[in-house]
């Protein structure tokens, strides 16, 4: 730093971003503007490109997460139900397979109906 440039101040005023001030004494605005600017536009990038980048991975992550239990919860729930179909149907517990199994076949054959055929458009 230069004598006449603030050297009066000390180290504490000049940390706390005290203003400029040249020769005279008289207070230099041009810089704490620049420094303005500057930081703005560092902002208003940060916020165009950080901002959509980040909300993009937490949709990734907490998708990801959801998509996990919920796998767990079908999978849990069709155990659940075949041990109540072993207790409520009598018999051995190949007939709450093949129930489930009717279940779980209607399921997929109603989902393959309501599908997409590429190349047509549905109505």
């Not at 849990?76 to 093949?98: F, K, Q």
Request: aromatic residues 4%.
């Amino acid at each position: 730093m230069s004598p006449g440039r603030g050297a009066d101040r000390s180290k504490t005023e000049r940390s706390r971003g005290a203003s400029h001030q040249d020769a005279r004494g008289a207070v230099d605005d041009s810089i704490d503007a620049a420094v303005t600017r500057f930081t703005d536009a560092v902002e208003a990038v940060r916020s165009r490109t950080s901002g959509p980048l980040v909300t993009a991975v937490r949709a990734l992550v907490y998708g990801v997460a959801i998509a996990t239990a919920a796998v767990g919860v079908v999978v849990l729930v069709a155990v659940a139900a075949v041990r109540a179909l072993d207790i409520v149907v009598p018999g051995e517990v190949w007939a709450a397979h093949l129930i489930m199994s009717a279940v779980f076949g209607l399921a997929g054959a109603w989902a393959w109906s309501k599908r997409r055929r590429s190349g047509t458009v549905r109505t």
